[in-house]
Nanobody
Framework: QLQLVESGGGLVQPGGSLRLSCAAS????????IGWFRQAPGKEREGVLC????????YYADSVKGRFTISRDNAKNTVYLQMNSLKPEDTAVYYC???????????????????????WGQGTQVTVSS
């Protein structure tokens, strides 16, 4: 049984920070590709930050590069999305997702596409507003 549970969302002022958590159960997250996605009102779901489970190859969306980082706590089987310098346009529901490496179809950088992932958390709301 593979499950992901996100937490840490909330309301923050522009320029502020939040750290989202994605707790995994039923698998060891290091073995899987992990992605953070978001969906804002009126927009399609987009890949934000994704990391491979093998060599640590990371994809950053241009809109968050330099502001968002991903990290793992293997003891807690949890992955984190640290979001700094938040902007109103970062407002969205954020999801974590996981995929077995054998089922990733594009290892060359297009692995931060939602169709690459089979296992999803329930989402957590992030609202950036003054």
């Amino acid at each position: 049984q593979l499950q992901l549970v996100e937490s840490g969302g909330g309301l923050v002022q522009p320029g502020g920070s939040l750290r989202l958590s994605c707790a995994a159960s039923g698998f060891t997250l290091d073995y899987y590709y992990i992605g953070w996605f978001r969906q804002a009102p009126g927009k399609e779901r987009e890949g934000v930050l994704c990391i491979s489970g093998s060599d640590g190859t990371t994809y950053y969306a241009d809109s968050v590069k330099g502001r968002f980082t991903i990290s793992r706590d293997n003891a807690k089987n949890t992955v984190y999305l640290q979001m700094n310098s938040l902007k109103p346009e970062d407002t969205a529901v954020y999801y974590c997702a996981a995929q077995h490496p054998h089922l990733i179809t594009d290892y060359s950088g297009s692995f931060c596409t939602d169709t690459e992932y089979d296992y999803w958390g329930q989402g957590t709301q992030v609202t950036v507003s003054s």
